[in-house]
């Protein structure tokens, strides 16, 4: 008689030898079998490459488009500064008369403070060794990218001190913002005139800069009825409904990203969402040392600690108030 072996046990019919020692309840392998220790042979397979978590494309940090050209001296803090034009001189001039001389007007200022910012993790000599997979690249992977993510959020901190913003609806600020005070197309058209208005100067060729939550984006592509977005888009433009995109609309040029700012401090806890519109020069950023990867020394008796991380020295702040707008709305598919 053969000798059968099963993935539990790997018993023969008749005794209980082979792998684990389980056996047939008789010589012809018929009724119930009952397996034994053999089961320990049977293990859990890992995959060997460990995913990323999912991450949303740092973006904007690149609005700050306005830089020192000549600075000074290094320093704790710098002063960018803006000319002040002459009034208009629309008077005709009088033959045998000397015009009056006009003073230039004081430059107005723009201060951007400098901040050290940085993060590091240790790596220990026993996790390089019992890994079963390479940590080194994957941690050098992860404190890059909290480099770029963490320093994204700073300049958006800064885009969210400009003083000009409209909100959803009704609202008159943030706290009485509700669920139901979508972006609308109304919003977008008024924004964008008022750029136009306070000259400021569009990011891509005629175009403002306009950045949205994916759930703002739901909204204002939802909107029907007259001076809606979606009625030209189904006629005459439909490929951004197939893209599920705004594209370029009224006058600005959208980017949708999950992580424009966002919480529960309207009406009721409801969810806020902030919108930032921006032409160029919005925002100033000023490096004293340029965010980077830092490998630390290994100074522990043993040799083990193994630091690495990240450290840049920068600050950003609004630079021209009339070249950036915030919209403050609700979402419906998020409203807390």
Known sequence: MADTYTALSGGVATTNGGLGGGAYASSDNVGAFTPSNA???VQKAYDRLVEFALRSQPLLRSVADKRPAQQAMP????????????????????????????????????????????????VTRKLQLFSLADVDPAIADIIAFNMADSIDEVAQTALRAG????????????????????????LVRKTV???????????????????VHPEVSHDLRAETGAGGWRIPHEYQANDAIWAGEIGEYEGAFFVESPRLYNATDGASSARVFRSFFAGKQALAEAVAEEPHVV???????????????WYGVLGFSVYRQAALYRIETGSSINPT
């Open 39 to 41: 089961a320990g042979l």
């Open 75 to 122: 320093g704790s803090s710098v002063v960018l500064q803006i000319y002040t034009d002459l009034a208009q001189a629309t008077t005709a001039l009088s033959e045998q008369v000397d015009p009056d001389a006009t003073a230039i007007g004081t430059p107005s200022q723009v201060t951007v403070t400098l901040n050290e910012y940085g993060n590091a993790s240790l």
């Open 163 to 186: 003083t000009n913003v409209y909100y959803g609806g009704a609202a008159t600020s943030t706290a009485t913002v509700t669920s139901g005070m979508a972006l609308t197309s109304a």
């Open 193 to 211: 005139a008022k750029l136009r208005a306070g000259k400021a100067v569009p990011r891509k060729g005629s175009m403002y800069w306009a950045a």
């Open 295 to 309: 490998i630390g020394p290994v100074t522990d008796k043993l040799m083990r600690f193994r630091p690495i991380g």
